[in-house]
């Protein structure tokens, strides 16, 4: 009896090393511009060539501004950065979709819309949010520098298999209540460590009602209760996604793969060493009030007080109180914020676009607040302006820009100054994420845009 | 990039009470943007060790000549976010060999492994016993010992068992790394990607 996990990595290992690693065979290797120049030198240094350029992809997303593309790069050191991206990529062979490029955007927002992520497969990636991937049933996830190296030299990585927990999401979702919420929630509950070591499978009613989009939102934020990455079984709903992208797989090949598709489940019997069970009646728009993705809480809720926080968290919690300027016990509704970030790969897809649009439409942008939203791709870009998305972002005093991380780790000039309140639909609220001394607080779309509307912390519920 | 050897060290510690340190904060995003490995050294907790002007915070430990050594203590849950490797390139290019922690993030475990920072998982008694000994004594010295995979204090001699998996511990002893090991498979993997692309045909 196998869990879903099991049955990929087991069909991917070549071998294994006794009380040691696995070594795991990668069949998509996604890489960017940040984490990857130093793996390359490392092979040049050891006179390697790239094992099989035909399963890696490059994007640059990390460090591109999201304005004005079609000029130069102005910073230095993000134009050396992406240039030698190009160079190496162009050395051997393999495929980039650079900036301006059609395909071009976040790394985790392309893969999947060009239909490279497949289940079943393995993918990593030099980016601790590769664990969006999982939402197809593969196993995907985040590697350091030294990893990359490896996989562009082998295919391969050495992982030591994690354990598996099974988190249950069951029920109907409330008014206004989307899967960024959903993930808050668990977080909040569980912690920003609660699943280190673990490989999370989510399952249940809920999930298999959410869309595609949704459900790389809650896998795409795995990471951020420390586990290793999350995954879905893949159903109808994924099926229908992948079926006519790009690089999927076509006529009889697809009637092949779905039969393999269809075998990527769980057992019945399968055990997990941890199992969670959340009912979706219980989750309500979320916000965070502090320094890490645990620290979060109903909107309409208070900061906890000190005596409320286990001991040990007391520090940082004073300290997180401190940055972000909170008084512990107070309610954040009303707070007057100053930027909105709406992008990244947890909620840059044009369904995070979509409702954001749906709540701002017919009303008007707060004066205080500047609003970068940012979609996760070219493609995005396209169909929000396609759908008229663009238009009703325009009347109602917003601006969509051009694809990139942007603001979700600020290398770009998307920065937050210091000391301001950022509601941000991104994944991390570390200090200086957004910029040094910036303020973030993690929210859904549409708190973002009840938000962006009022120029302070709205519960986006009175608008709907 | 192979890694240096390890097998004992005796050092004074800087403690960093603090919990869930990220990498965000072991060195910001803006510092990612080289294309070498070398510098790091620099970055390492930037926002927290200098000002907006440059200036070095005073409090700071890192900044407290009271305290120095090549071992790092942490609070709990070290490392997490992002999987940036820079995080242990600068915590090892500024001199420190080891942390200790009684919790690390996944990546940045292997991250540290791979670069030759040994992270060493304490329970949370005895980094509580670590911290106190240090804030009496800054000069407390203590013991790391890889083969043993045991980490005490040398005054006392109160210690405790580490794990590490013995695959890594090798690598570490030797200074090996997963490449050469992984190129040395190449003939299976090429077979593997074989009977599996068999596999998918039939
Ligand atoms: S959008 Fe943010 S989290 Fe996603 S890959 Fe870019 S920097 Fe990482």
């Known amino acids: 009896m196998k869990t879903l996990f099991d049955k990929i990595w087991d069909a991917h290992v070549i071998s294994s090393i006794e009380n040691g690693p696995d070594v795991l065979y990668i069949d998509r290797h996604l890489i960017h511009e940040v984490t990857s120049p130093q793996a390359f030198a490392g092979l040049r240094k050891r006179n390697f060539p790239v094992f099989r350029p035909e399963k890696i992809i490059a994007a640059a997303d990390h460090n591109i501004p999201t304005q004005n593309q079609h000029l130069p790069i102005r910073d230095e050191l993000s134009k050396q950065q992406v240039d030698k991206l190009s160079e190496n990529c162009r050395e051997h062979n393999i495929t980039l979709y650079g900036i301006n490029h059609p395909f071009n955007g976040i790394i985790h927002v392309i893969a999947p819309e060009l239909g490279l992520t497949q289940p079943g497969m393995t993918i990593v990636c030099g980016d601790s949010h590769t664990s969006t991937h999982g939402a197809f049933g593969c196993i995907a996830f985040g590697i350091g520098t030294s990893e990359v190296e490896m996989a562009l030299a082998s295919q391969c990585v050495l992982q030591t298999k994690p354990k598996k927990m099974r988190i249950f999401i069951n029920g109907k979702l409330n008014k206004c209540v989307s899967s960024k919420d959903i993930i808050l929630h668990i977080i909040s509950k569980i912690s920003a460590s609660g699943s280190t070591g673990y490989f999370i499978e989510y399952a249940g009613s809920t999930i298999r009602n959410m869309s595609m989009e949704a459900r790389m939102t809650i896998c795409n934020m795995s990471i951020e209760m420390g586990a290793r990455g999350g995954i879905i079984a893949p159903d109808e709903t994924t099926f229908n996604y992948i079926k006519d992208r790009k690089f999927s797989p076509k006529g009889t090949d697809m009637d092949k793969s779905l039969i393999l598709f269809k075998t990527l489940k769980s057992d019945d019997n399968a055990v997990f060493d941890k199992e969670l069970s959340f009912k979706a009646e219980d ?39 401190e940055y972000m300027n909170f008084i512990p016990g107070r309610s954040l509704i009303d707070l007057p914020v100053d930027f909105v970030f709406v992008g990244s790969c947890t909620n840059g897809r044009i369904e995070d676009i979509r409702a954001f649009t749906s709540l701002v439409q017919g009303h008007k942008k707060a004066d205080r607040i500047t609003a970068w939203i940012v979609p996760g791709s070219k493609q995005v870009e396209k169909q929000a302006k396609a759908e008229g998305l663009v238009n009703l972002l325009y009347e109602a005093g917003f601006e969509l820009r051009q694809p990139g991380c942007s603001a979700c780790l600020a290398m770009n000039e998307d920065k937050i100054p210091e000391g301001k309140y950022s509601v941000s639909t991104s994944n991390r609220n570390f200090e200086g994420r957004q910029g040094p001394g910036a303020r973030t607080l993690l929210a859904s779309p549409l708190v973002a845009a009840a938000s962006a509307i009022t120029g302070k912390i709205t519960d986006p519920r009175i608008f709907k | 990039m192979p890694i240096d050897k390890f097998e004992i060290l005796e050092s004074t510690c800087v403690p960093l009470p603090a919990e869930n340190i990220d990498t965000d904060q072991i060195i910001p995003a803006r510092f990612l943007k080289a294309i070498s490995r070398e510098g790091f050294a620099n970055y390492l907790f930037r926002d927290w060790r200098y000002d907006k002007n440059n200036k070095p915070v005073p409090d700071f430990i890192l900044n407290n000549t009271e305290y120095s050594g090549q071992i790092l203590l942490g609070g709990k849950n070290f490392g997490s976010g992002s999987s940036r490797e820079h995080a242990a390139w600068a915590i090892y290019d500024y001199g420190f060999k080891v942390v200790v922690s009684s919790f690390f993030a996944d990546i940045f475990k292997n991250n540290a492994l791979n670069t030759g920072l040994l992270p060493v998982q304490v329970t949370k008694s005895f980094l509580k016993i670590l911290f106190t000994a240090i804030e009496n004594d800054h000069g407390t010295i203590v013991k790391i010992d890889l083969p043993n995979q045991e980490i005490s204090l040398a005054a006392s001699g109160i210690k405790e068992n580490f794990e590490i998996n013995s695959y890594k511990k090798e690598c570490l002893l030797n200074g090996y790394d997963d490449i050469d090991y992984l190129i040395s498979l190449k003939r299976r993997i090429i077979d593997f990607e074989k009977i599996k692309s068999f596999e998918n045909e039939n």
């Open chain 1, 283 to 321: 989750i309500e728009p979320m916000i965070t009030y502090g320094t890490n993705p645990g620290m979060g809480m109903k909107i309409t809720d208070s900061i906890p007080f000190i005596e409320d926080i286990e001991e040990n968290n007391r520090e940082s919690f004073r300290k997180s109180m």
